[in-house]
């Protein structure tokens, strides 16, 4: 039997407001820099064309073949924090989703940040805690599966989740860490008793990148093709790991996306030796094969499938040590109010506007960008840290 | 392939892009095994021999001034005009021989264009590396220039634009068919790095077109925040005077300065010791002078219409008429040393792309089309 363990991240960044040097400084101790306008706009939007229609669908496919499809989610406390200023039925959804006993939550940090990369692993901590206290108050549920941002690893985070009581973690299968080796098994870190699931990049981004690509081969992709293929693959465990906004936000209605995903499941289980788990059930059910070693962080981002998305060139290094630099300070010094906001900042997206990574990553990243270039992300991101910096000392 | 070339100048005697870009890709093409002969009006600046086989420069006619754009002085102008067309007729008179198209450029070189080709029967390819409306900066373009141009848009068997601003400027205003023009972007021998100082630099024609005015209220409002930074405006033109006027007013007459015409050295030297340039045009077709920066090291600035900022990424854009941002712009390349150094690295390494070989490429695409 070979299981399919289908998983969709869930996140909307705090996008900043326009704010140039001239700005630094100038507002004394309220500061407002997120763009509540824009990030209101572009919630209900991917509220409308991925959320609500793709939950209900879930819903209905789950129902249709009584809790043999099976998912699970992530989200993240930024995007939570959307849904209940801006639009509760979209928690709703979550939540009768999870009702039906066929869908798990993974645990994340609640900010979607690069906290796991920082020096020590003390904020790390907090903003998983924090995160396991949305889900419990959400979904009365305690997570067993931890997942960090865009699948950041290194044996030290491993490490780190062990300790912190999870059974598993999930990261990218990339031959950096594998070699030879499938992704399709379960596998250890050389230093903690817990259990890796790594990512099958191949056939997630079949879905998620190359589903309406003309220039690919395997277009049109149908579900019966695409189950077709996952019934030849040997292992245990096909890891389908894709950004939920691919449904009906990344790849459009019309590129018959849904279609594709309302056949999965019936085609899936037409092949005898195919079934669906949640990422619990997976750990439950099946036994590492091998050991992973990874001193050097990977990612499911980008071609490089490490973390130069984030930390790449000059500018990501300068925000990401001033935005370290700021968080020693305010831990003294213990005002809840800035904290949070620079929590808020922590947010990978900031980082990953900067990115300056040219080619085909370049159009991905302008596309997810609400700046003009990654000069402009950084004057923005860096202009508001400075004047945060101010308030603090 | 042998092609006629019509130009109006040639270093080192020039004036704006064109010069700049006759010369690189005269040179490009010959290279690549065009025969190429660039007519030109003589000067008391001799072009001499161009040191490659299948490019001769051919001068003609005895023509003393060189204003790109139109004079403000009447008498001047007068001459300016009278010359031009002298220069078309003689070149009509003296291009004969074997070729295969003729290659003019810009209204300066348009009407010689047209008759040749009429005068041998073949084809005509036209660069419009300005319109009228960009020279006049959108402000009362004179109808005069714009006839010709349409003439020579019209009779040009295919023409070659220098950004796809400007492609959608001849589409628009002169009503050309958009399937008839090809987009070419320009291209830049590297300057090199220099030591830098902090100076923010603005470097071309002091004309309505090239919008230093703006560079200046941006320099002011920068010195309140920088007040040991330094501004550079470089070049000369009919606004000098009144820019000169208008940063004594603003009280930043000692922060910048005006050095008037520099030599093309001269222009070398100040684009590797300054640490910003800001190019901000109210009309700009390429602007090749964001190249010459960038290739000396220097981050730039540049006009979001401008066509090098359609085509080059490592690069700031902003509105001409946004000062504000232009100095948020400025100040963050003065305190931000990442920005600045991820700039000049990525710009630098993206120049790779703008070369004259690349340029001369795609002319040659254009010339087999109307073959």
């Known amino acids: 039997m070979t299981s399919i363990c289908m998983y969709f991240e869930v996140h909307q960044p705090m996008r900043l407001n326009r704010f140039s040097v001239f700005n630094i400084g100038s507002d004394a101790d309220a500061p407002n820099y997120f763009n509540n306008k824009l990030n209101h706009e572009i919630f209900e939007k991917v509220a409308k064309k991925c959320y609500l229609p793709t939950n209900n669908l879930l819903l209905n496919l789950i129902n249709e073949f009584d809790g043999k499809f099976r998912i699970s989610f992530s989200l993240t406390g930024t995007f939570v924090e959307y849904c209940e200023r801006f639009m509760p039925s979209v928690i709703d959804s979550f939540k009768k989703l999870f009702a039906t006993g066929a869908v798990d939550m993974i645990e994340e940090t609640y900010f979607h940040s690069l906290s796991g990369l920082y020096d020590d692993l003390d904020e790390f901590e907090e903003q998983v805690m924090m995160h396991r206290q949305m889900i419990k108050r959400l979904f009365n549920y305690d997570p067993k599966i931890f997942r960090n941002t865009e699948a950041i690893y290194d044996n030290r985070i491993a490490k780190k989740i062990g300790e912190m009581g999870y059974k598993g973690i999930i990261t990218e299968g990339t031959e950096k860490i594998l070699g030879w080796r499938s992704p399709n098994y379960l596998y250890r870190p050389i230093n903690s008793d817990i259990k890796v699931l790594l990512r099958n990049y191949s056939l997630s981004d079949d879905i998620g990148f190359r589903f309406s690509s003309r220039h690919w081969p395997g277009f049109p992709l149908t579900a019966d093709k695409y189950a077709h293929w996952m019934s030849r693959c040997e292992g245990d465990l096909i890891n389908l790991f894709i950004d939920y906004e691919t449904f009906g936000e990344h790849q459009w209605t019309e590129t018959g996306i849904f279609d594709f995903l309302s056949h999965l499941p019936n085609e899936a289980l037409k092949h005898e030796q195919l079934d669906f788990v949640t990422v619990s059930e997976a750990v439950d059910r099946y036994q590492p094969v091998g050991e992973i070693d990874v001193p050097w962080a990977i990612s499911w981002a980008d071609a490089d499938r490490d973390v130069s998305t984030w930390l790449g060139n000059d500018m990501q290094f300068a925000c990401f040590n001033e935005l370290k630099d700021i968080g020693k300070k305010l831990k003294k010094r213990g005002d809840e109010e800035l904290l949070n906001v620079w929590r808020r900042l922590q947010t990978s997206d900031h980082l990953y506007y900067v990115s300056t990574k040219g080619l085909e990553d370049g159009n991905v990243h302008a596309y997810f960008s609400h700046y003009d270039s990654p000069y402009d992300g950084f004057i923005n991101y860096m202009n508001v840290l400075q004047d945060l910096k101010q308030k603090i000392s | ?28 093409l010959a290279d690549k095994n065009v025969k190429v002969d660039f007519y030109m009006p003589k000067t008391k600046h001799s072009a001499g021999n161009s040191g490659k086989k299948n490019l001769v420069i051919k001068e003609v006619g005895e023509t003393e001034i060189f204003p790109y754009d139109r004079p403000e002085d009447k008498e001047l102008a007068g001459q300016f005009f009278e010359s031009v067309y002298r220069y078309n007729d003689l070149v009509v008179e003296k291009v004969k021989g074997n070729y295969d198209l003729i290659h003019c450029h810009d209204w300066l070189t348009m009407k010689a264009g047209v008759a040749l080709k009429e005068k041998l029967g073949i084809p005509l390819v036209l660069s419009v590396h300005s319109t009228e409306y960009d020279r006049s900066g959108w402000i009362c373009p004179n109808d005069w220039f714009i006839n010709i141009e349409r003439e020579g848009m019209e009779k040009a068997d295919r023409i ?37 100082q902090e100076i923010v630099l603005f470097l071309g024609r002091l004309t309505i077109q090239k919008g230093a005015e703006f560079f200046l209220r941006a320099a002011k409002k920068v010195l309140e925040y920088e007040p040991d930074s330094r501004f550079v405006v470089a070049g000369t033109g009919d606004m000098l005077p009144r820019l000169i006027n208008q940063a004594v007013d603003m009280g930043i007459s000692s922060k910048v300065i005006f050095t008037g015409l520099l030599t093309e050295e001269e222009v070398r030297h100040i684009y590797r010791i300054s640490n910003v340039y800001v190019m901000p045009s109210v009309s700009e077709p390429f602007g090749i002078t964001a190249l010459e920066a960038v290739s000396a090291g220097t981050p730039t600035i540049a006009s979001k219409t401008a066509g090098f900022s359609e085509a080059f990424q490592n690069c700031l854009r902003v509105d001409f008429w946004d000062t504000d941002e232009m100095a948020n712009k400025i100040i963050s390349l003065l305190r931000y040393d990442p920005l600045h150094k991820t700039l000049a690295t990525e710009g630098k390494r993206e120049l790779d792309l703008f070369t004259w070989d690349r340029v001369a490429e795609k002319t040659i695409d254009v010339y087999n089309r109307v073959m």
């Open chain 2, 1 to 28: 392939m042998k092609v006629a070339m019509i130009g109006w100048e040639y270093p080192p005697f020039k004036a704006g892009g064109l010069g700049t870009h006759c010369y690189g890709l005269t040179r490009s």
């Open chain 2, 160 to 196: 070659i634009a220098v950004s796809h601003f400007t492609k959608g400027v001849i589409v628009d205003k002169y009503g050309i068919n958009p399937d008839k023009i090809s987009v070419v972007h320009n291209a830049v021998y590297p300057i090199g790095e220099g030591e830098k």
